[in-house]
């Protein structure tokens, strides 16, 4: 046990002395033969005369496409070029959403500061509802709304600008 033991806590295991030994003896490997291959025949048929070359083009080169071609290839296999495409792209995106956010901010921080100038124009009331509620409470829900349907709109416009850039 002690032996067993110290040969656990060193890291060193050694074979079991039993391995290898008591093996069941084992038959030979039966070989079968396999019967030979048929003969060809002996005649050959005559060759045929092999058929006119063609040449195969695949795109005329002075044809228009030639540069879409290449744009495509350059974004597909994602070269430098392509790459600056690319950014190019989404920062024309960027752009246009930071400057429809910037208009919203601006826009809906006027409000609470007009209030903070004006205190008449916070008295105000319409339908018996304070003007300040209505503009801070509901003009948002469409300012939002319009704001991204432009940018839907300019983004689609972005791309299509791309899409038209890459093919011509």
């Known amino acids: ?44 048929e005559p060759a045929a005369k092999p058929p006119k070359r063609q040449r195969v083009v695949l795109a005329d080169p002075r044809s228009k496409n ?34 429809l956010a910037g208009i919203v901010l601006v826009v809906l921080g006027a409000f609470p500061l007009a209030f903070y100038l004006s205190p008449g124009f916070a008295g105000l009331r319409v339908i018996g509802v304070p003007l300040a509620w209505l503009l801070l409470g509901i003009l948002p829900f469409p300012l939002l709304l319009v704001t991204g349907l432009v940018y839907n709109r300019l983004a689609e416009r972005h791309e299509r600008d791309f899409v038209d850039m890459i093919e011509s």
């Open 1 to 44: 046990m002690n032996d067993d033991y110290l040969r656990r806590v060193e890291g060193v295991r050694e074979p079991d002395p039993t391995l290898g030994k008591n093996y069941a003896p084992h038959e030979p490997a039966i070989v079968e033969r396999v019967p030979a291959a048929p003969e060809e025949e002996a005649k050959a």
């Open 66 to 99: 030639a540069p879409t071609l290449r744009a495509r290839v350059e974004l597909e296999e994602q070269t430098s070029w392509g790459t600056l495409l690319i950014n190019d792209l989404v920062k024309r995106q960027l752009r246009t959403g930071f400057m």
